[in-house]
């Protein structure tokens, strides 16, 4: 937008935007809007609509784009224009009343937190603020959503305001405290029923905004304990949970408020009368909970067990250290647990993580006597979740694996995964089992599937010498009657599955176990559960499974008479691959070309057909299906080669080559099919290893003329792979190079473009992935190759790209290649090598410590600066010296002061920086201080 905008227009285009009924006309008018707000006039627009008051949409546009502006945009302000908005801003803030619409009322109590937040020359912004409001009745609606949202936003990440910034609004906020707290305690006063409020009242909710505001405060740490314990403020929210008329807003908002006080007080040193207060007031709460669970009141219950949970959570490292003691007091963990007796099953999860984090302690402290304390609580919560993981005794036929109940079981799993270790698998396994036993006279099908389910769980980490239950269970299973319920027989079929490594040991078993299995391949509903189960006992019992070879051979060859899921195909394929692959020689080579016969003959029918035939995802006439299992049974068949053998399936994988080359070209513009050809083709090479080499010449070649008319990455991954395998055989390297200058061509033409490299991470990550294995397989032709200086430029350049995968590929390429430096090589041309890349670090060392300065600063979340870290080390590693003065040279280019006047970094931090990274030993050194220099610009 060049010029701006009359007040008329943009009047027009909201109008056009909300009035209009004409749907293309709203679409227009969203655009250019859009395009508006991202001017530079946006801010005068903005603040003319507001003064003008003529509407309520166009009141909420412009506060909502001035919020905007001073969010992401605030740069755009000359530093002598802050304060006219900041006293614009106020005045606009001056004219809200109780009939303002609060989604107006958000915004513009969000652009002014944002622009107190960033504008470090308005001090005590948040005493004058409440100065300024406080006064006035009609402005308590405003006054205390601006200080709920003004501690909120500190931690927004679209303000970036840095570590220095933070901790000087805190600190001014918690000098603000006693005032804030002054306020909403005569808010309190002014408003003490909140069951009892005029309809004008409700509307106005102070409760709620009481209770949000005080959460806001304790979120961020600024409330001081002692000026909170005594206050009527901490009382007040309990006082309402334990009223049975209060709200469910106001339950929910003094639910959070106690929540956010529980989080805190976790640093029991600093918050200990808080603490204190807390778990005196929690203690008041049990009543309640159980009037909400008489009343049948499932949100009540909810944020009581979110407040019991929240209170575990923070004691926990007193109830691991001390149990029984002062915090300690298990009283905590009996409110959990009250709340996983609820019958409703979403309460009980909400204190999963309590559960997990307790099972982690416990599992690092591994102290059997404390462990002992807790075993009578994990095994009370186990018989809970077998509870709550029955299935409605009317239900028909297997969960729907969308339905959020299925969900909830499959975290049971994982929950009782972790935290059995306290009570043993075996114990679990008998305690389900005499559960079972129990109930025998009167067991219904949903509680024995769900004991079953519970057993499941922990089968995998069974003894193998455990001889006393496990049989007599199998054995139920395996004489399960045809006419048990549905879900019965598929979590027994689950069951059989997890209890493979112990059926190896018990080979006894393993022909019943084969023909339970089988039948169920031949039941619609329980034929996906059957063949993963019986890949399963496949995988683990493949040495005794081979004279079983045939048999499975025939499965699947019928497979497709069954009703199958993809997953479960591969999965019983893999399952087959992997018995293949333990029988003698002679025999796989025939085994193998069977197995790929299922698949490639359908596969060349596809191929074969017409250019319009209709692929369909899922369906026997998608190409990826048959794709797919070739790759899996390329992946598993993997005999071991000694003394020169020919290798059994390098015939039949010849054989399919044809094939393969012409589904690529078939399929080269389809990039979701070209993937898994690539991956499949992969497997082929990793299958033969070096008795590939046959294929070598006519896969590059194809390779290297599709990439010139579709840049598909796969092939880039593709090339990494030959590398792998080929690059130390002396008469390849010269082939794989000509392969690597192909590639690059269209590779730099496409992430040079404008946000080349953010548009395509999958390229920059294929091609570095390319690039490290050249650096690793054949160093010294790659280094003296004419495009070694183009890829290092482009992976500088490629440092602040934020793509994970992507830029972990860069950063291990720049390591791997600096390394070469200082590597131990005995070899004829290691000197040449460590000339070659010293050379290089030489000429671009500084454009590199620079790019990853800003990168790590600027661009990249803080998970991935061990990546970034690496390379540091590597270039200290080379020359220290010289990285410390390149490193200086990057540091003088930060800026040490934000838009807004904030200091970002001092002179001394800059210089513990410095000294922190150049001194550091070791790579968490590093990484540690790269992190701490991130927050203080972010």
């Known amino acids: 937008m060049e010029s701006a905008p009359s007040l008329e227009t943009v009047l027009n285009a909201l109008q056009a935007l909300y009035r209009n009924p004409d749907i293309a006309g709203k679409e227009k008018a969203s655009v250019w809007l859009g395009e508006m ?21 166009s009141c909420y546009f412009a506060a909502q784009t001035m919020k905007i502006k001073i969010q992401y945009a605030f740069h755009e302000l000359p530093a002598t224009a802050h304060m006219s908005l900041r006293d614009s801003l106020l005045n606009h803030a001056a004219k809200v009343g109780p009939a303002t619409p609060p989604v107006i009322v958000t915004q513009l109590c969000l652009a002014l937190a944002d622009l107190a937040l960033q504008m470090a020359t308005w001090k005590h912004a948040t005493t004058e603020i409440i100065q300024k409001f406080g006064t006035n009745s009609q402005h308590l609606f405003f006054l205390l959503e601006v200080l709920t949202v003004l501690p909120e936003e500190i931690s927004s990440r679209s303000l970036r305001l840095g570590a220095n910034r933070r901790n000087e609004v805190t600190e001014e906020m918690m000098q603000a405290a006693p005032l804030v707290l002054n306020l909403l305690t005569s808010c309190l006063t002014q408003y003490p029923d909140p069951g009892q409020q005029p309809t004008s009242e409700i509307q106005f909710r102070p409760h709620v905004r009481i209770y949000r505001c005080l959460s806001s405060w304790f979120n961020i740490g600024a409330i001081p304990q002692e000026h909170i314990v005594n206050s009527p403020l901490l009382t007040a ?10 709200s469910s807003e106001v339950h929910e908002a003094a639910t959070d408020c106690i929540c956010s006080a529980l989080y805190i007080s976790e640093n029991l040193a600093k918050y200990r009368l808080l603490a204190q207060a807390l778990f005196q007031g929690v203690q008041t709460l049990p009543d309640a909970y159980h009037v909400s669970v008489a009343e049948e009141d499932i949100d009540k219950s909810l944020n009581y067990c979110r407040i019991f949970t929240e209170m575990a959570e923070s004691f926990l490292d007193s109830i691991t250290t001390t149990p029984g003691q002062d915090f300690g007091d298990f009283r905590t963990i009996e ?6 007796g609820h019958h409703q099953y979403e309460v009980a999860e909400i204190t999963f993580n309590f559960w997990y984090r307790l099972s982690e302690i416990l599992f690092n402290k591994n102290e059997e006597a404390k462990n002992i304390l807790f075993k009578p609580y994990i095994e009370r919560l186990m018989v809970a979740l077998c509870r709550h993981c029955q299935v409605d005794p009317d239900h028909e036929g297997l969960l729907d694996e969308s339905d959020d109940f299925f969900d909830f079981r499959l975290r049971v799993s994982e929950l009782i995964k972790d935290i059995v270790f306290l009570i043993g698998s075996s114990s679990c396994f008998a305690q389900m089992f005499q559960h079972l036993q129990a109930q025998s006279s009167s067991t219904t099908w949903d509680s024995s599937e769900a004991a079953l389910y519970i057993m499941a769980a922990v089968a995998k980490n069974l003894l193998p010498d455990e001889g006393e239950i496990v049989p007599q269970v199998l054995q139920a299973v395996l004489n399960l009657p045809q006419d048990a319920h549905v879900a019965v027989r598929y979590t027994s079929t689950f069951l059989v599955g997890e209890l493979s490594e112990w059926i190896n040991l018990h080979p006894n078993y393993l022909e019943p176990v084969l023909q339970f299995l089988l039948s169920g391949l031949q039941n619609v509903q329980l034929s996906t559960i059957a063949a993963k189960s019986l890949q399963n006992v496949c995988s683990q019992c493949k040495e005794k499974m081979t004279e079983h070879f045939p048999g499975l051979l025939h499965i699947i060859q019928s497979m497709e008479t069954f009703n199958l899921s993809h997953e479960a195909a591969v999965g019983l394929l893999m399952g087959t691959s992997v018995i293949l692959a333990k029988m003698p020689h002679e025999k796989i080579t025939e085994g193998f070309r069977q197995l790929c016969a299922v698949q490639i003959t359908p596969l060349s029918k596809l191929i074969e057909s017409g250019p319009n035939n209709e692929i369909k ?11 797919d299992r070739l790759a899996v049974i390329f992946r598993h068949s993997s005999p071991i080669i000694v003394n020169g053998q020919q290798h059994p399936c390098q015939p039949v994988i010849q054989e399919l080559w044809p094939v393969l080359s012409n589904a690529c070209a078939k399929y080269q513009s389809d990039i979701r099919i070209i993937e898994r050809c690539c991956r499949c083709i992969r497997f082929a090479v990793r299958c033969l290893g070096k008795h590939s080499s046959g294929l070598l010449h006519p896969l590059v070649t194809q390779m290297v003329n599709l990439y010139q008319n579709h840049q598909h990455s796969c092939y880039l991954y593709l090339g990494s792979i030959l590398v792998d395998e080929y690059g130390r055989e002396a008469g390849c390297i010269s082939g794989l190079l000509d392969m690597l200058q192909a590639f690059c061509g269209p590779t730099f033409k496409i992430l040079e473009e404008a946000n080349g490299l953010r548009n395509h991470p999958d390229t920059v990550d294929d091609l570095f992935r390319l690039c490290t294995r050249f650096t690793q397989r054949a160093p010294l032709p790659f280094l003296q190759h004419t495009m070694m200086k183009p890829i290092l430029c482009c992976a500088i350049a490629a440092c602040s790209l934020d793509h994970r995968d992507a830029n972990a590929s860069v950063m291990k390429f720049l390591s791997e290649l600096i390394r070469i430096a200082h590597q131990d090589d005995d070899g004829a041309d290691a000197e040449t090598k460590r000339t070659i890349v010293m050379s290089l670090i030489s000429e671009h060392g500084q454009a590199l410590t620079q790019s990853i300065l800003n990168a790590t600063v600027f661009c990249l979340p803080s998970y991935m600066v061990t990546d970034v870290a690496e390379v540091v080390q590597e270039l200290m590693v080379v020359d220290r010296p010289v990285f410390c003065k390149w490193l200086e040279v990057a540091l003088k280019t930060m800026p040490t002061e934000s838009h807004g006047g904030a200091v970002n970094a001092t002179h001394k931090q800059l210089t513990d920086f410095h000294k922190a990274c150049t001194s550091a030993e070791d790579l968490p050194m590093v990484s540690r201080a790269l992190k701490d220099f991130c927050r203080l610009f972010r």
């Open 37 to 57: 707000q991202r001017s530079v006039f946006a801010w005068q627009i903005a603040d003319q609509l507001l003064q003008i008051n003529q509407d309520v949409e």
């Open 237 to 246: 929210p309990f006082q309402a949970l334990c009223n049975p008329k209060c």
């Open 335 to 340: 409110l959990v647990l009250t709340c996983i």
């Open 617 to 627: 995802k899922g369906n026997t006439s998608d190409p990826i299906i048959w794709i």
